[in-house]
């Protein structure tokens, strides 16, 4: 019988334990666009450009905040010395651990950097 008590109760431990430690992620698009700016007929590509901003939580109290999506995109034109995005995709992703109650939500940039050709 205390065999039989000894198994249920690691039992419970364990499922208490994947409960607790779970994680639940989420990855929704948040907006395409062909470009930021408008193009002229003839440009150049200088690369593709990734960025992302994240705030943080942690027993759902803010301990941070994240850069807009437009500061994201004014960065990634700086990085590169272009004068528009080509190609944009906006997502929002986020996270939430059970255990501490940490959570994350982070908005990620995507696209091509291009310089218009005067």
Not at 16 to 28: A, E, N, P, Q
Not at 70 to 76: K, N, V, Y
């Amino acid at each position: 019988m205390s065999d039989i008590r000894l198994l249920v109760r690691f039992g419970c431990l364990v499922l208490c334990g994947l409960v607790l430690t779970s994680c639940i992620v989420s990855r929704h698009p948040a907006g395409i666009a062909a470009a930021t700016a408008p193009l002229s007929s003839t440009y150049t590509v200088l690369g593709p450009v990734e960025d992302s901003s994240c705030a943080y939580r942690v027993l759902f109290i803010p301990v941070s905040g994240k850069d807009p999506t437009d500061e994201i995109i004014a960065r990634l034109l700086k990085e590169k010395g272009g004068d528009a995005l080509a190609g944009v995709t906006v997502e929002h992703r986020g996270s939430t651990f059970a255990l501490p109650l940490v959570g994350s939500d982070c908005t990620i940039v995507k696209g091509v950097a291009v310089k218009n050709v005067r």
